[in-house]
């Protein structure tokens, strides 16, 4: 019985912890982003830094594609894919290129990432 006595106080303790704990972890729901209709692929611009004023985040696109004519084409679908969205503008984050190896080929592949953003 006295063991219980003595018990008690630190259950209540530990109860009172982890509603505590559980308050302070509880997070918000995100808000949903923001949708806007397509616009034509040629209204899309592209811009090297992000623009002084207001604009809404989108999506980040990311192109990775051998130099040349695939990534023309994989340039073309990052476009088309930020015009579907609605973003009027893409900003350029990165840009790099590496070599790859392909077999016994060595191939020149450049990897960019897009930030697709709406202009108010």
């Known amino acids: 019985m006295k063991y219980l006595q003595r018990l008690r106080p630190a259950v209540c303790l530990s109860a009172c912890i982890m509603v505590a704990a559980g308050c302070a972890i509880h997070k918000k729901a995100q808000a949903p982003l923001p ?62 290129e590496f070599t790859q190896k392909a077999g016994s080929r060595r191939l020149r592949v450049r990897r960019i990432t897009y930030l697709a953003i709406h202009r108010r």
Not at 76 to 91: H, P
């Open 35 to 96: 949708t806007f209709p397509p616009v034509p692929e040629s209204a899309v611009q592209e811009l090297r830094q992000l623009p002084p004023g207001l604009y809404d985040r989108l999506q980040i696109i990311t192109v990775e594609a051998e130099v040349g004519e695939r990534l023309a084409s994989a340039l073309k679908d990052a476009r088309q894919s930020a015009a579907q969205k609605g973003a009027n503008a893409i900003v350029l984050l990165k840009d790099t």
